[in-house]
C-alpha cells in the first residue's frame, strides 16, 4: 500500500493562523480524499502565531503540529515542508478556499506529468463569487504572473495560487529567503532557475474562504509590492550580478 507511516508517498501542509472556524474541515477533506484511494498522507499544520483554537483543532484531528520561530505565510510554509517526509509535499490554505479534496486528483498529475511542481490554476477554472477579489483575479495575479513568464520563462499563470505539490526532493535545493506572502512568487522564480519540471493543473473551483469573522492576512497593496520586489529583484542579481542560485 502506497503511504505507510514510515515513508509516507504524500504530505500534506497547511499554514495556519486563526483558522478556527475552517481547520477541521480542511484536514478532513484531505484525510477522507487520500483514504479513498487507499493512501494515509502524512498531514502536518504549522501554526505559529494563532491566538484561537486552531492548535487545538489540529492535534483532535490528527494533524502533527508544528511551530516555526519566523511568522509569515513563506515562512511557516518553508518549514513545514522541511519538517515533511513525504517524497511528495502537497499544501493550501486552512481557509477553506482551496477544496482540498482535489488534492489525489493533484497528486495523480503531478506522476503523470513527472512534475517537480504541480500548481493549482484558480484563474482558468471556476471561481465562484466572493472568492477573489475584482483586482486581485484582473490586474494583480495576471500582471505578476505574466512578469514572471517574461523574465523567467516559465510558464506561470496564477503565481498566487497556494495550493501546489512539490517534489520535496528538489525543494531543500531553492535557495528560498522570504517569509511572507511573496514565497509564493519567489518559489516560482526559484524554481525556473533550478530548471523545475512546472505544469498547471486547472482547479475545479474556487471558493469563498470559511473563515468566519477573521480579518483576511493578505494586505493587498503591501504584499503585492513585496511579490514586485521579490520577483524584480531575484531577476537583477540574476542578470546583473551573474547569481546563479543554484546550489
Ligand atoms: N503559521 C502561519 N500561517 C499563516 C501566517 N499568515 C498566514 N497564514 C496562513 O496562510 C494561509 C494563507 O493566508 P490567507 O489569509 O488565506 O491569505 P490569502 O489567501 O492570500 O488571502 C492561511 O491558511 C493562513 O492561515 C503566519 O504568519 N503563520
Ligand atoms: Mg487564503
Redesign the pocket.
Known amino acids: 500500500m502506497p503511504g505507510t507511516k514510515n515513508t509516507p508517498e504524500i504530505s500534506i501542509v497547511?499554514?495556519?493562523?486563526?483558522?478556527q472556524a475552517s481547520l477541521a474541515e480542511c484536514l478532513e477533506q484531505a484525510r477522507q480524499a487520500f483514504q479513498q484511494q487507499d493512501i494515509q498522507p502524512e498531514i502536518i499544520v504549522?501554526?505559529?502565531?494563532?491566538t484561537d483554537d486552531s492548535p487545538k483543532i489540529a492535534k483532535t484531528h490528527g494533524a502533527k503540529l508544528i511551530s516555526?520561530s519566523r511568522?509569515?505565510?513563506g515562512?511557516?510554509l518553508h518549514c513545514g515542508i522541511l519538517s515533511a517526509r513525504g517524497k511528495w509535499v502537497a499544501f493550501c490554505?486552512?481557509?477553506g478556499?482551496y477544496p482540498a479534496r482535489y488534492f489525489p486528483d493533484m497528486l495523480k498529475a503531478a506522476k503523470e506529468a513527472n512534475a517537480d511542481l504541480l500548481l493549482a490554476n484558480r484563474l482558468h477554472g471556476k471561481i465562484l463569487p466572493k472568492a477573489m477579489p475584482f483586482l486581485n483575479r484582473y490586474a494583480g495575479t495576471p500582471f505578476l504572473s505574466y512578469l514572471i513568464r517574461v523574465f523567467f520563462k516559465i510558464p506561470v499563470y496564477d503565481c498566487?495560487s497556494?495550493m501546489r505539490i512539490i517534489n520535496r526532493a528538489r525543494y531543500v535545493d531553492l535557495p528560498l529567503r522570504t517569509a511572507g506572502?511573496e514565497y509564493a512568487s519567489e518559489m516560482l522564480c526559484l524554481a525556473a532557475l533550478h530548471h523545475w519540471k512546472y505544469k498547471e493543473w486547472i482547479l475545479p473551483a474556487f471558493l469563498p474562504?470559511t473563515?468566519g469573522g477573521r480579518p483576511?492576512?493578505?494586505r493587498r497593496w503591501k504584499d503585492g509590492y513585496q511579490h514586485l520586489k521579490t520577483i524584480l529583484g531575484i531577476f537583477f542579481r540574476k542578470v546583473f550580478l551573474k547569481k546563479s542560485f543554484l546550489p
Not at 504549522?46 to 494563532?50: E, G, R
Open positions: 497547511f499554514p495556519c493562523r486563526n483558522e504549522v501554526d505559529n502565531a494563532s516555526c511568522v509569515g505565510y515562512a511557516a490554505d486552512a481557509d478556499s498566487n497556494g506572502m474562504d473563515r483576511p492576512h493578505l
